[in-house]
């Protein structure tokens, strides 16, 4: 059966609290952030709201839980009101009035990021870009999707898939995540190796200033060489320079053959001699290959009731096949898993073709964050590091954890070089964070890596991007945060340090 890797995956990874019950600690009181000198939200400023929104005014202090609330449940925020519109003039005025009453705002997508980037710290307005989903327009000969911010990326694939098309990208939470929100974090996930990122595929977009104009970047060209290419500022900006309301974005044909290789590793460093080996006999076929540990796997069992397809091994590494021969995609990945097992790089493996087996493997490795907010409360770290020296961060972090933390996991696109560091505690603790952090930063850095890969540094990790960039570097995108929002009134506390 020849079937699309979107429709292969399994269910997408929901939006899921760990503990609804628990009390998730104030950000404020938690970080000991000291808030700016913003307005705050009065009657009048409501009514404002009202009069451009109408009932998509939300006030209610039950429904307002879950725009204050990251969805691992380590944030929480104060605001009092968040904001529902529907097209780009509702935000530009809203952001004109905000800009006047020096009201800061947080924009939030699908509320599915890791770092705390769309949640508000203190009682910022919330503008939920949530009911912007529509699409406007699909062009099948020249591959290219025009849209508003807040379609789900789920729904788009789908979509374009019923024209022999895809969404260039692929997260675990790509039934919640919206594609602004992608956008704005230049999230990466599962097809990077394959596809780029989204600075190469993004061909236009349209964002709110935060005084209201709106900039109007909006192309379906992929070549236009006039100017500064303005769009690749907001690109992984995290809503902090402006907010986008449309893009445009490159989506390549989808492929007709599908197929996995789930295959069981001895050591790290025969996982990485596997990657070399798929790259080597799969080259243009090859669309993602990930890995993942004992404990990742454990922890899918036992949370999950997933099914390991094969024995258990110290790491697993799974390597996908996209094309468009299904005979001719068989027989190059039947000749890389002979030459592996031959030259015992792996200890066990499967292939999968059918529906059933494909969807049960990607779903070991997609859904271990969800297993994880099962465990308990969950320290995730989103890395870049050379190949050589990935693992060796897991196992010194679960060295010095291993006393106070439940379990230290680490899996990834080992195809990128991205590294997801999981530490999981009983509890939310001060204790076990001070011997997580700045430990992972200054071994990153040490090893001359990045300490955000593809989750954005948000609030979480604002005050350590020097770990990564350069004062020189911080300084010119504290001159463009001014430029482009002098009122600092776009999503702060976030991305750019605070001391």
Known sequence: MLLSRRLLQTQSVRVLARDSSSVVPLTSAHYSVKRHDFARVTEL??????????DRVVTNASELE???????????????????????DEVSRILAHCSKRRIAVVPQGGNTGLVGGSNPVFDEVVLSLSLMNE????????????CQSGCVLESLDA???KRGLMMPLD???????????NLSTNAGGLRLMRYGSLHGSILGIEVVLSDGKVLDLMSTLRKDNTGYDLKQLFIGAEGTLGVVTAISVLTPPRPKAVNVAFVGCRSFEAVRQTYLMAKRFLGEILSAVEFMDAASMQLVEKNLALHNPISPQPFYVLAETSGSSDAHDKMKLDTFFEYIMKENLINDGSIATDYTKLRNMWALRERITEALTREGVTYKYDVSL??????DLVMETRQRCVSMAKCTVGYGHIGDGNLHLNIVGET?????????EPFVFEWTARHRGSISAEHGLGFK??????????????????????????????NPYKTLPQQ
């Open 171 to 181: 997260l675990g939470a790509k039934g919640s995540c919206q594609i602004g929100g």
């Open 386 to 391: 050379p190949m050589a020296v990935m693992y």
């Open 66 to 88: 879950s725009y204050n609330t990251d969805w691992l449940r380590n944030l929480r925020g104060q605001s009092t009101v968040a904001l529902r519109p529907k097209t780009t």
């Open 135 to 146: 699409v406007i327009s699909v062009d099948e000969v020249a591959g290219t999707l025009v």
């Open 428 to 436: 939310h603790s001060k204790q076990l964070l001070q011997l997580i």
């Open 461 to 490: 990790k604002a005050d350590y991007i020097y770990y990564s960039k350069s004062k020189e570097a911080v300084n010119v995108m504290k001159s463009l945060k001014q430029l482009f929002d002098p009122q600092g009134i776009l």
């Open 159 to 161: 979509m374009l898939a």
């Open 45 to 54: 400023d409501l009514q404002e709201f009202r009069s451009i929104l109408g």
